[in-house]
C-alpha cells in the first residue's frame, strides 16, 4: 500500500471479483450516460428541443453531474465498446441479462449511422459526389480507430459511388491499411493533408471527430470552401444559427438543422485522374 501513500486518494482493498466489476461497471456507466444522451438527442429533433439546452440544465443537478453530457455519433475506442460486451457476455453466462447494458450497446450500434441515414434522406444518393470526411479516429489526440463511426459510414459512402476526400491529423494512415486510396469502381477514397483540400469545390461534409483543426474553421470558410455548403456534424461544433446566418445548411445531432440555402441539386464531382 505504501507505493500509493504519494498520491494521496482512498484506497479501496476489495477481492479479485469484487475489483473486475468495479472497472467493468464504472466504463460501463459512463457508456450508459453517453447512450442515454444520444437517445434523448433523437428525441429532441422530433419535439423541437435542443439537446445542448437539456444537457446544460442537466448538469446543475449535482447527482447527475456535467461530464458524458455531450451528444454525438456514440462512443468508440478500446474501452467502452469491450467492456459493455464483456459485461453483457458475463451475465449471459450466468443466465442473468444485464438490459441497460444491452440497450447501451443497441444505442450506440444505431447512433453511428445517424449521419449518414439523415443524409441519405437529403441527398438520396452519394454517386458522383465529392464528400469531405473530417476526422477519421473515434476521439482527437489519438490514431485509434476502434469502433470509430467512420468505419461504419465511408463503406457506404463508397459504395454508393462517392468520391471521399478524408482528412484527420494522425489517424489517416491506420484508416488507409484498411482503404487503400484508389479510384477505381464507382467509388474512390483520397487522403488529404488540410482540411481545407477536403472542403474545397465539396458537395457535402461529414464531422466525424471534434479535431481541433476542424473546430477552427469558420462557418464563412465552410461557405467559401465548398460547392454546396451542406454539413453534417456528429460533434455538434457549431452554432446553428451561425451556421444559418452563413449561408450553411446544417444538420447536427439533436437540435435544428440550419436549412437556409437548400440546395435541391448538387452538381456531381468530376474526379481528376493523374
Keep these: 500500500m505504501t507505493i500509493y501513500e504519494p ?3 482512498p484506497i479501496v482493498s476489495v477481492n479479485r471479483r ?28 422530433l419535439v423541437g428541443a435542443d439537446i445542448n439546452d437539456v444537457a446544460k440544465g442537466m448538469s446543475y443537478d449535482q447527482r447527475i453531474g456535467s461530464k458524458f453530457l455531450n451528444a454525438g455519433v456514440g462512443y468508440g475506442g478500446s474501452c467502452f465498446p469491450k467492456d459493455t460486451k464483456a459485461l453483457e457476455y458475463i451475465a449471459k453466462q450466468l443466465g442473468y441479462q444485464l438490459r441497460t ?13 445517424v449521419l449518414y441515414k439523415k443524409a441519405s434522406k437529403r441527398l438520396i444518393t452519394f454517386s458522383g459526389l465529392k464528400v469531405a470526411v473530417l476526422g477519421l479516429t473515434f476521439k482527437p489526440g489519438t490514431d485509434d480507430l476502434r469502433e470509430a463511426a467512420s468505419l461504419e459510414n465511408v463503406p457506404l459512402l463508397l459504395e454508393q459511388g462517392a468520391h471521399v476526400f478524408a482528412f484527420d491529423p494522425v489517424g489517416a494512415d491506420n484508416f488507409a491499411k484498411i482503404y487503400p486510396e484508389s479510384d477505381k469502381g464507382r467509388g474512390s477514397i483520397t487522403y488529404v493533408s488540410s482540411a481545407e483540400q477536403a472542403l474545397l469545390e465539396a458537395n457535402v461534409c461529414f464531422i466525424f471527430t471534434e479535431w481541433g483543426e476542424v473546430r477552427a474553421i469558420t ?5 467559401q470552401w465548398m460547392r454546396t455548403p451542406l454539413v453534417f456534424d456528429g460533434r455538434n461544433l457549431y452554432n446553428v444559427d451561425e451556421m444559418q446566418e ?23 464531382f468530376e474526379l481528376q485522374k493523374s
Aim: hydrophobic letters at 40%; aromatic letters at 10%; charged letters at 25%.
Design 246 to 268: 452563413a449561408g450553411v445548411e446544417y444538420y447536427s445531432i439533436g437540435r435544428k438543422p440550419a436549412t437556409i440555402g437548400v440546395i435541391k441539386e448538387p452538381h456531381h
Design 219 to 223: 462557418p464563412a470558410q465552410y461557405k
Design 18 to 45: 469484487s475489483a473486475e466489476m468495479i472497472k467493468y461497471a464504472s466504463n460501463d456507466f459512463l457508456a450508459l450516460k453517453i447512450s442515454y444522451m444520444n437517445d434523448i438527442a433523437n428525441l429532441c429533433e
Design 101 to 113: 447494458v444491452k440497450a447501451a450497446i443497441d444505442v450506440n450500434k444505431d447512433q453511428k449511422m
Design 7 to 9: 498520491f494521496h486518494l
